[in-house]
């Protein structure tokens, strides 16, 4: 790293939202993990050691990137690092464990002049198994978002697709990697991008996407039979801009997604979780933020051991001029109060892109920061108790 680990630790422990109190380090940490290039964090598996693995770019002064994966063990404490060039320009933008095969990474990479989906399988030691890439129908660009196990062993990926006006680009590949088929959805004259997915009970597909309409951007719901055939596409316009980033299924079968919200006549963005059917019939919103931005990840939203929701993104409510990792949580009934909602961060842009819950009740969060470097990012990781709170020895 850049600056000594006392430092940054010292800097952490005189933020809002901090505390001195003396805990174990087992219950709350924050590590950083870079060189003189930027790396970030998009995703993060739990691995069934405890640690984790965290997964996103590498990019020198001359914006080449290359895929980046960090493995910890469970305090945080680094194990090994590891870049992946693949075709070229190359980000990772999801990670998941796979039972009984290692871990499934999903990004883009650059070949031949196309922008494509890329995924590749790793072991334990992040050594890849299979790997292989795929572009939009004809050929033409596409762009990662999002990707699932599914019920038959192979994998659902998610993006967009563009030769002119941009469609949203669903492709399915088998346990080897091999694509299945793949699918656009689209109307002319709209920009329209997939988000976020998930797989129904009935091995069909609830798809979060958005529509590009007059320079907004709004909610669309795509339902899918399991061979990718449209059966639902519902159109939500809410305000100026009201854009799903994530999907989760409940266990009554509806779904909830995560999104941000602005209204007509205002700068600012707030937080939404919008609860409805598999129809995509309306059931509740709710909307989350303070007197600025509150912006949640993609793929960020999880279910507490509480039963509720808690979710990470950035925001700059309580800083000037810069982005906070952004902690929320939600209780069942959807509403939120001071106590369940915090920030982390320095002076400069630090936000959070994954998160998961702990057995007693903390979150770990991993994201990129800026402010606690030189100008470069780092990767971060970090565990908070179940008060939301960073605790420093």
Not at 251 to 259: H, P
């Amino acid at each position: 790293m850049r600056y000594p680990w006392l430092v940054i630790l010292l800097i952490f422990s005189l933020l809002p939202g901090c505390s001195t109190e003396t805990i174990t380090p087992a219950e709350s940490f924050i590590h950083f993990y870079g060189s003189v290039k930027d790396e970030t964090a998009n995703s993060m598996a739990v691995c069934p050691d405890g640690g984790y693995l965290l997964a996103g770019a590498v990019s020198d002064d001359d914006n080449n990137k290359a895929g980046y994966l960090v493995r910890t063990d469970s305090l945080g404490v680094l194990e090994w690092s590891e870049e992946y060039e693949g075709g070229g320009q190359v980000e990772f933008e999801q990670i998941f464990s796979v039972s009984g095969v290692g871990y499934f990474v999903f990004g883009s990479t650059r070949e031949d002049g196309i922008w494509k989906f890329y995924a590749m399988i790793i072991d334990g030691s992040g050594a890849v198994l299979k790997e292989n890439s795929y572009a939009g129908i004809g050929d033409i660009d596409a762009f990662p978002q999002s990707a699932i196990a599914t019920s038959d062993g192979g994998f659902a990926l998610l993006g967009s697709s563009q030769e002119f006006d941009k469609q949203i680009l669903f492709i399915k590949i088998d346990s080897d990697l091999n694509e299945e088929w793949k699918q656009e959805y689209g109307d002319s004259g709209t920009e329209e991008s997939g988000y976020s997915l998930v797989q129904l009970p009935d091995d069909g597909y609830a798809v979060c996407a958005s529509r590009g309409v007059l320079n907004s951007e709004q909610l669309l719901y795509l339902r899918l039979q399991s061979d990718g055939t449209e059966v639902k596409n519902v159109y939500r316009s809410r305000n100026i801009e009201w854009k799903g980033t994530s999907i989760m299924l409940l266990d009554d079968d509806n779904l909830a997604i995560l999104g941000v919200n602005r209204i007509l006549g205002f700068e600012n963005y707030d937080a939404f979780i919008y609860t409805l059917t598999p129809d995509g019939d309306s059931l509740d919103i709710k909307l989350f933020g303070e007197s600025k931005n509150e912006t949640p990840g993609s793929n960020c939203l999880i279910k507490t051991l509480a039963g509720g929701y808690a979710f990470t993104g950035f925001t700059n409510s309580r800083t000037e001029g810069g982005r906070d990792i952004y902690l929320e949580k939600v209780t069942p009934e959807g509403t939120s109060t001071t106590t369940n909602v915090t920030h982390f961060g320095g002076s400069r842009d630090d936000e959070g892109n994954a998160i998961f819950q702990t057995s007693n009740g903390g979150f770990v969060i991993a994201g990129t920061a800026s402010s606690f470097g030189d100008l470069q990012t780092d990767v971060f990781l970090m565990r908070t108790n179940a008060n939301l709170k960073l605790l420093i020895q």
